[in-house]
């Protein structure tokens, strides 16, 4: 079979390997559909950290293959999702039920062989049925929308609240959709994309806003803006330094701001304690998916979310290693990489 490896920072190859074998409690999994992630990206220029020579993909979804002979639930044929993040279960986080935390954590794609593949072998507890009807794309959306529902959960997004998200990408129209089903009566895309400001009103957002029109802060927080006073709950979801430091002012006094955004190891920002403190702004971080990998799924399943919108183009394994290995098109939301396509 055909697998795309990062053999060290800034290397990839595209190898002929074994079909892998899975053990007595994985699955054996022909991948439908592989998300190409800005993780992936920054693993790549070895701003993330990995365990090289690994198979690259996280956000990944297809078809039994074959399961291992104490494997229950599930068999052959059946469409699957793989969360990609393994907890030891033992740890002290773990034992707090804090996942996401565990001291050994380990994922798919980063620390074990993963979805740009025609093939991945997944655990048994990391793997989640889909409808044989759905879309064979659509699964590898599970990941990042699991991502952002942590962040969601962590907002406590009162219904009637208004949201500002900021970032166009798949994680920003992920999070806009979220908001809206938790009842957000305003809801405020921020990205310089004409057409992603428009996609995100079709899925739900109330209002877009361009940052290169003039003072983002005055715009929508002033007394004249969208939202006087700013907003009750401030996702930043596009991973810049520059975003991550603006979001804080533009959450409202006793509001709440998650940073979903990654940005590389090592960048820094600056933030102004006494203006959080004097406003009383929360700045929560929301790290993966604890236990939210399940509610994804049959989010995506049922339609309530939609996925198809998001999907940029789709690309073989070949061509993924000049996808991974330059930035996103100006227009990308999500590359899906369809291994044998």
Known sequence: MKALFLEDVGRLTLRDVERPVPGPAELLVRVEACGICGTDRHLFRGE????????????????????????????????????PNIACGHCAQCQKGRVNLCLNLQAIGIHRN????????????????????????????????????????????????????????????LTVQLAKLAGASRIVLVTRSAA???????????????????????????PEGLLPGGADVVFECAGLAETVEQAPRLTARGGTCVLLGVLPAGERVTFEPFDLLFREVAVITSFLNPHTHRRAAALIASGAIRVAPLVSR????????????????????????????
């Open 48 to 83: 993330f950290p990995a365990r090289p020579p690994v198979t690259l993909g996280h956000e990944f979804s297809g078809v039994i293959e074959a399961v291992g002979n104490a494997v229950t639930g599930f068999q052959p044929s059946m469409r699957v999702t793989g969360d």
């Open 196 to 222: 992603k400001r428009d996609l995100a009103i079709r899925l739900g957002a109330t209002d877009g806003l361009d940052p290169a029109g003039g003072d983002v802060e005055v715009r929508l927080s002033s």
């Open 314 to 341: 789709t690309i073989s394994l070949a061509q993924a290693v000049e996808a991974i290995s330059q930035p996103a098109g100006g227009g990308e939301i999500r590359a899906l990489v369809v291994p044998g396509g």
């Open 114 to 173: 993963g979805g740009f593949a025609d093939y991945v072998v997944i655990p048994q507890n990391q793997t989640h049925a889909l409808p044989e009807t759905l879309d064979p794309l659509a699964g590898a959306f599970c990941e990042p929308l699991a991502c952002c529902l942590h962040g969601v959960d962590l907002a406590k997004i009162a219904v009637g609240a208004s949201v500002v998200v900021i970032g166009g990408g798949v994680i920003g129209l």
